[in-house]
């Protein structure tokens, strides 16, 4: 969990509230990436960003919007959550390994999002 | 589009034991694969990779993962097991013609518990 920073670590809200999540690095990388993690699915990719102001759509990015105003932090929003989107959250950042290409990534702690 | 299995959800097995985790994949072209392990409230940490070369892999803790192309598979194994390996083990591939780990795709996840 070196270098990234998830916050809040826990929250529950209710069915149709706006919730952002906050992800913070300190280690410079360009690309960051917000991944859901559910029972029975592993982690599915929601947004990831590869720069500032560079964002694009994962697998399952219905329902959620990003934003990366500065390289260190990046932002997941519910604009109305639902309880579909009780899960818990992962930001990950890339470190790279080798020249190969075959970037290994660094996750967060996980944000714990309930929905009533 | 690829995909990974990980047919087991759960391996029991005793402590000083050797054991195995099973993933399979498919996938377009040649893969990177990837091993991570998520302990109780943490995010995923990094095992080991297979990108090319030796089909064995040696990675952290005394794991290892053997890639048999025929099969389409990348077990995880340990010679002797121990109870703090007790963890949820993923399995990850992404082609070696993507871009970016956007193509990432993971595992649903193997819960192991080594029994003392």
């Known amino acids: 969990d070196a270098g990234i920073t998830q916050s809040p670590r826990h929250k529950v809200t209710e069915t149709g509230t706006p919730v952002t999540l906050r992800c913070h690095q300190t280690e410079n990388h360009r690309y960051m990436y917000w991944y859901r993690q559910d029972p029975g699915h592993g982690l599915r990719l929601i947004h990831y960003?590869?720069?500032?102001?560079?964002?694009d759509k994962g697998e399952v990015s219905d329902g959620y919007s990003v934003s990366r105003s500065k390289t260190e932090d990046f932002l997941l929003t519910l604009e109305s959550a639902t309880s579909s989107q009780t899960s818990v959250y992962f930001c990950?950042?890339?470190?790279?390994?080798?020249?190969?290409?075959?970037?290994?990534?660094?996750f967060g702690a996980g944000s714990r999002l309930t929905v009533l | 589009a690829q995909s990974v299995a990980q047919p087991e959800d759960q391996v029991n097995v005793a402590e000083g034991n050797p054991l195995t985790v099973k993933c399979t994949y498919s996938v377009s072209g040649n893969p990177y694969l990837f091993w991570y392990v998520q302990y109780p409230n943490r995010g995923l940490q990094f095992l080991l990779k297979y990108i090319t070369g030796d089909n064995l892999v040696k990675g952290s803790y005394g794991f290892e993962a053997e890639f048999n192309k025929s099969q389409t598979s990348f077990h995880l194994k340990k010679p002797s097991a121990l109870v703090s390996d007790s963890a949820l083990y993923f399995c990850a591939v992404r082609g070696i013609s993507s871009g970016s780990a956007r193509q990432l795709t993971f595992g649903s996840g193997t819960q192991l518990t080594v029994l003392p």
């Open positions: 960003s590869y720069g500032v102001k560079d964002t």
């Open positions: 990950a950042i890339t470190y790279e390994v080798s020249s190969s290409g075959a970037n290994v990534l660094t």
